[in-house]
């Protein structure tokens, strides 16, 4: 029998890439990227079907409280750098710090289009004008609508989480159908925003591979609605006899509104202590998010009013030294001082690492004579924006995926959602960690290659590199102008403190906020545990210099005196 000419091969379908460099192993700093093409060598520098072939999904830092001055650590590109990846188009699913907060240090390494909703487009804005960066990458695309670049076919799918237009992510490219989730809870009553539609999620059944959050994976049950955390709230506040600061994430939207309504029920007014919480509200305010939010006072004026009337919602639940709360916590507001009577809500769980920076917070608070409320002794204070076990089994039970990768977590978090879909009978071999190429094809997932991530840390305020620290140019930056400081400063327990106001003169150097750095310049001392006045000058004199760098135009010549006196510390 005649063999024929032409032997028809079968088509092969080209695979799908998942590249996460932060969100793995890991609580925040979320970034992953998706590619469609084959790669020739699995992944480590060979010919790709497309040169853009690429997207990059969120863009979020961590702060690392861990290291002097809470600097912020953000995804390592380079990684991309190395594979020639470039991605054609950022998406972002919501507004966390998480999620958008590296945006600004690392969208300039790409220049592409950045697509976000409408809130999450304007936090960003307000990040890239505070760093100089123009803003017309940054495209508005509601929740629901859909979008195309290169072979990707993408549509935001609203979900419930603790800040509105929180979506999860299809990407369809070729053959392959993804949901990247993002952050979301089954929440019947958000309070801001509708509740999940089934119906959407069932009408896109069924899935190649969910990429999920697996940050309450290990939790039995359903997550607290907003709804439960509002009523709550308002019963705490109304027992509540002296004034009252509730600390609560700045994002979390529906949490400030519930207060808000919670000191209106109660007879007090509002005010807001912390710039990203002003900064929050300010931005969700103009796209209709708070209307229900009871006018606000300025912390200026709350001395006007008797103590039964007033709360406070400030920032600093995780115990940040620069945040709101820690300031009150030290006696170092300049509007608003804690006294006996008052009550301090914590109402935020604590992030994994942060326990012994709370536990301070809490320390400086009671000293005070406050009375505290947190997780501990009052849990229905606070609801997590994450689906536990009955809400991970409920969704999957829609969307019917095939595949599944655990991302958004620690190990842990990580192990508990691979078992949950083994139990469903969804296929979950991999566990990913922050630099692995996975690869999507016919026959599942596959680990193609393994890029070990070195944390990437800058500075919270960094414009560039800073001077004299063998930071790239930076260290060849000439100095403008001179500023002159004295300060006397007094040994504590944990550090030193300035005692009696600065003195303080830059008349000959660039504009500055004096009052923003005398806060920095408190808790900068407060940090610094050393025995002498020359080493404390040697740990002071670069932190001081990188601050300079970073809020001003031009570096001033600096010369510092530093003075010990003898004080008496509070309590003592």
Known sequence: ?????????????????????????????????????????????????????????????????????????????????????????????????????????????????????????????????????????????????????????????????????????????????????????????????????????????????????????????????????????????????????????????????????????????????????????????????????????????????????????????QGEPRAALSRLSRGRHPHFELMTGDTVIFSAKAIPGNERLIERLKAGLRHFGVSLFDEDNHPELHASGHPAQEELRTFYGWVKPRHLLPVHGEARHQQAHQSLAASLGIQAPLMPTNGDLIRLDANGLSLTARHPQQPHIVSQDEVAALPGLGGGDGGHRSRHGSLYLALSVAATDSGWTRIGRLMLDSSQASPMDETDFADWLDDCLDGIEVDSLAELRLALQPRLLGWLADHLHRVPEVHLQILAVEAEMPGE
């Not at 830092?61 to 188009?89: C, F, H, W």
């Not at 190649?208 to 709230?233: C, F, I, K």
Request: glycine share 10%; aromatic share 4%; net charge neutral.
């Open 1 to 317: 029998m005649l063999q024929p000419r032409v032997q028809i091969r079968p088509r092969r379908r080209p695979p799908l890439h998942f590249l996460p460099l932060g969100g793995c192993g890991e609580i925040g700093m979320n970034l992953s990227l998706y590619g469609f093409g084959e790669r020739s060598d699995g992944g480590r520098g060979g010919k790709r079907s497309g040169e853009d072939d690429w997207i990059a999904v969120d863009c979020g830092m961590m702060i690392r409280q861990d290291l002097p001055d809470n600097p912020l650590q953000v995804p390592d590109l380079s990684t991309l750098e190395r594979l020639s990846i470039r991605p054609r188009a950022l998406i972002i699913t919501h507004g966390h710090e998480d999620h958008i907060g590296a945006a600004a240090w690392l969208w300039p390494k790409w220049g592409c289009p950045i697509h976000a909703t409408p809130l999450a487009a304007g936090l960003l804005r307000a990040k890239f004008v505070e760093r100089g960066l123009a803003t017309d990458a940054i495209q508005v695309i509601e929740p629901g609508e859909a979008l195309e670049t290169g072979p990707f076919t993408l549509r935001l799918l609203p979900l419930t989480h603790s800040i509105p237009e929180s979506c999860a992510l299809l990407i369809a490219a070729g053959e392959h159908r993804v949901l990247h989730t993002g952050d979301w809870k089954l929440d019947p009553e958000p309070l801001i925003g509708p509740p999940i539609s089934a119906a959407t999620f069932r009408a896109i059944a069924p899935v190649d591979l969910v990429v999920g959050d697996s940050t309450n994976a290990p939790l039995p049950g359903h997550s607290r609605s907003e709804g439960e955390v509002a009523e709550a709230l308002t019963r705490t506040i109304d027992q509540c006899e002296g004034r009252v600061v509730v600390s609560c994430f700045a994002s979390n939207l529906a949490r400030v509104l519930a207060i808000g309504r919670a000191a209106r029920r109660c007879g007090r007014r509002v005010s807001l202590m912390g710039r990203s919480m002003e900064r929050m509200v300010g931005v969700a305010r103009q796209l209709g998010y708070m209307d229900d939010l009871p006018p606000l006072v300025p912390v200026a004026d709350l001395g006007y009013l008797p103590p039964e009337e007033v709360l406070v919602i400030a920032t600093g639940s």
